[in-house]
């Protein structure tokens, strides 16, 4: 992926992002801030973690690894990532029910977005 790429991936999740909280603004009534608060920060952690995997796959395929340790490299970010994921899914879950269901359409912003972009 190049800057470009990225630039876009951000900019279409927040939009993204914004979307989802104004449907929600109409669908829920109550701890409304929590879900938007959920919806910005798993958006920005989810597009934070895109990045993590676009270096990590550059270092692994940027140097001459053999097959094992190029493995072990990719495994060990891919346990990051997840408990990183899992300790955010963690707090949001401590905070209320709409915080945690805003991360987790947080999280989907990404995927949305590449999905977007590919198409067009």
């Not at 876009?8 to 999740?13: D, L, M, N, Q």
């Not at 993590?52 to 140097?63: D, P, Q, R």
């Not at 955010?88 to 999280?107: E, P, Y």
Request: hydrophobic residues 55%; proline residues 1%.
């Amino acid at each position: 992926m190049n800057e470009y790429n990225n630039k876009k991936i951000f900019i279409i999740s927040f939009i993204i992002a914004v979307l989802f909280s104004i449907i929600a603004s109409f669908i829920i009534k109550e701890d409304l801030y929590g879900f938007v608060k959920g919806v910005m920060f798993g958006s920005a952690f989810a597009v934070l973690k895109v990045k993590m995997i676009e270096l990590n796959v550059k270092k692994i395929l940027g140097k001459r690894y053999n097959f094992d340790s190029a493995y072990r490299s990719g495994m060990v970010s891919y346990y990051v990532r997840l408990m990183i994921s899992l300790l955010i899914l963690f707090v949001a879950i401590q905070m209320s029910k709409n915080t945690f269901i805003g991360v987790l359409f947080g999280f989907i912003t990404p995927k949305l977005a590449i999905i977007l972009i590919s198409i067009f």
